[in-house]
Structures are given as C-alpha cells and as structure tokens.
C-alpha cells in the first residue's frame, strides 16, 4: 500500500498539483496550508489560544457552511421554480409534493435559512463578548454588521418566492414600513422595491432576481473581505 | 547652435500644464460617465407602465345592497357600505397601519384589521391602535345605467355620502 501511495506522490499529476512534500516537517505543514486552495483561508500558524473551541465555537464556520449548504439547495430549487403570479405557489407545491426529493431539499433550505440568521446573530454576540471587535479589527467588525444585514435581507426576499398567504402579507407589511422613511423617500424606495404600488408580479420577480443573484453576490464579495481579513489578524 | 535646454515649468502662472490639463479632461470624461450610468440604473429600474388594475371600477347596481349592509370587494380593496337611510359610501379596506385587508365582523359591528389587531367603526373612524388614521373614503357616483362607480384615487371627507 505505502508503495503504491509513494508511487502516487512521484507522478507529474500529484506533483503539479500539490508543489510540497507531505506534511512531515515544519516547513511542508506550512506549505500545506499556504499552497492549497481550500486551506488558504487558514493561517499558517494559529495561536492555541484562538483554536480552542468553546472560544469561537465554530459559530463563523457554520455560517459559512450554511450558506454553501443554501447556495447548492437553492441552485436546484431554481430548476423547479418559476417566479410568475401564475405558476410560483404551484411551482413551490410540486416541489413538495411531485419531485422526487424536493420536499427534502426545500426544507433544507428553508431550515438552513432560518439556522443562518440564528448563527449569524451568535456568532456577533461570541465576537460582542470576547471583545474581538477592538482595534485593529474594527473594520471588519463593520464588515460584520453589513453581513448580517444581507443575510437578513436574504431571509426577507426570500420569504416572498413561495408567494402564499404568509408571503404576500409578509412583503406588504414590510415595504409598507418602509414607505415610513421621511420626506417622500419612503414612497420612492417602496415603489423601486416593488416595481409598482402593491406587490404584484413585479415584485415577485425583483425579489427573486435579489434573492437569487444580486444579494448573494454581495454577500460573496463580502465574505472574502471579512475571511480575508480574519485571516491576517491569526484567526482560524 | 545653442543646445541648452530650456527648463520646464509646470507651475507658469496662469497656465495649466499638460499633464494637469489631460488628468482633468480624462477623470471628468470618467465622471460623467458614472455619474450618467447611476442616473440611468435608477431610472431603469422605475417602471414607467405598472399593469395594476384601474383605481376606478364599477361595482353593480344600487338595489344588490340591502340597507344596512357592509360589502367587501376583495378584489378592489373597498368596503360598499349602505347605510340604514339608504345612503352610500365607500370606504378603503386597506388599513392604514401597514397596508393589511381589513374584515367587517357584523356580530360586532364593526372593521378589524387581522395582522395588528386594528379596529375601526362603520364610518371607518378608528376605535383602537396600532392604526394611525381612520379609513379614507372614496369618492362614489352612480352611471347612466343606475350603477355605483367607485374612484379610488379620489378620496373625499368623512361626511360626503351618495343618496340613491
């Protein structure tokens, strides 16, 4: 076995691919980390301190879990859903009820929505409590804040698409509050949201295209920044 | 032949160098193009045609409403309400509070908003919060055909009424 596996490690492919020995020393454990991809998010060298986990607990990585675990599941809703008047509720009831594994996959998304927001708001109280919020990593803590507006808004845009009772009530009381904003603002940025003056089809679409594309781009973007950032201050 | 260069001042009073001059005329060219695309981002995304049903509709002759009676118009959001005189008016079923379809409860005789729990008399004046303001009324007309015509985008005072 270990014959072939050092075999393995000698061909071109392995070794265009991975440019380090196995992490046996020192030095390869770093590049290990530094030349990968995937790890690179990591720090070559964590405190101690920082990797225990009922210091963190993970509250960070599991937000980001959940949202690859939301993108792939939402992904293969958008095979099936069609965001129009006519077709979305049905569209939403054949998920549930005629594809194979839609009801599942439908679920974990929508469950997977609703552990994000309560992930997310813990993990900004670890990082409220543990103080880590203090220079120099203020601005990321900023970053932080935006972060969990979008994921809120996530929630929100999508809480429309399955355009039920629930739904349509839900996103006229709430671009209603916003018809609130002073001095005419209100109205202007209701009537952007919806496309018009009442939640209709336009509206429908522009919380889809928002839920489906613009937001979570937003959220890629500032993803990178904050793990970027988290990355140079030694965190896990 | 003289070859001695002559020094280059960039600072001759008055004038703008070369540099300075194409670096203005190259970030403004850059300005205005973005300030151009955000302008029209935004008026992109404002519709200039919305496909919402008409403010003004007809709804059905005077003599399908008993005395009495409150009729909601679900589609148009608009209670018909005929008052025991024989008078009418309409009154908008949109609550005022965030926008919910408020329900007659004849039993109690009076408007409840299921969402916050608003409540308002058969005037359409508020009883109870979170409801900032009592529900408008809008103006109502009766055609050539003997039908009462409701016009949402004309609201009137709470004491104008349509005798029949």
């Given amino acids: ?236 | 032949m003289s070859n001695e260069k002559k020094p280059i001042d960039d600072k001759k009073e008055g004038l703008l160098s070369r540099r300075y001059f194409l670096e203005v005329i190259g970030a403004g060219a850059i300005g205005m193009a973005a300030v151009g695309s955000v302008v029209l981002s935004g008026t992109y995304l404002a519709p200039n045609v919305v496909k919402e049903p008409p403010t003004k509709f007809k709804a059905g002759p005077a003599e399908n409403y008993p005395p009495g009676s409150v009729t909601l118009d679900k589609e148009q959001k608009v209670f018909i309400v005929r008052a025991k005189e024989g008078y009418f008016y309409a009154l908008s079923a949109v609550c005022t509070h965030l926008g919910c379809i408020t329900n007659w409860k004849p039993e109690e005789g009076i408007v409840a908003c299921p969402c916050h729990g608003s409540k308002f008399d058969r005037e359409g004046a508020k009883i109870d919060g979170p409801a900032p303001r009592s529900l408008p009324r809008f103006a109502m007309s009766l055609d050539d055909q003997g039908q009462l015509v409701i016009d949402k985008s004309i609201t009137v005072g709470d004491d104008v009424t349509l005798k029949v």
């Fill in chain 1, 1 to 236: 076995m270990k014959k072939y596996l050092e075999a393995l490690y000698r061909t071109q492919v392995w070794r265009s691919m991975f440019r380090h020995g196995l992490p046996e020393s020192n030095r390869t454990r770093a590049e290990t980390v530094f030349y990968n991809f995937f790890l690179h998010v990591h720090p070559t060298k964590v405190r101690k301190r920082s990797v225990k986990f009922t210091y963190t607990w993970g509250l960070g990585g599991l937000s980001a879990g959940l949202f690859i675990v939301l993108t792939l599941t939402g992904a293969l809703l958008m095979l099936y859903y069609r965001p129009s008047v006519q077709q979305a509720y049905w569209d939403m009831k054949d998920l549930q009820f005629v594809v194979s594994s839609g009801q599942f996959l439908r679920n974990m998304h929508r469950w997977a929505a609703h552990a994000m927001v309560a992930i997310v708001f813990l993990h900004m109280l670890r990082v409220f409590y543990t103080g880590s919020y203090r220079p120099p990593k203020e601005f990321n803590w900023v970053i932080g804040v935006i972060l969990l507006v979008v994921t809120i808004l996530l929630s929100y845009t999508g809480y429309l698409l399955p355009w039920d009772q629930l739904a349509f009530w839900g996103i006229s009381v709430g671009t209603n509050m916003v018809r609130a904003v002073p001095f005419g603002l209100g109205d202007k940025v209701s009537f952007l949201l919806l496309g018009g003056n009442m939640v209709g089809e336009n509206a429908l679409v522009r919380f889809y295209v928002l839920h489906c594309f613009i937001i979570p781009v937003a959220a890629m973007v500032l993803m990178g920044i904050h793990f970027w950032r988290v990355r140079k201050d030694g965190g896990v």
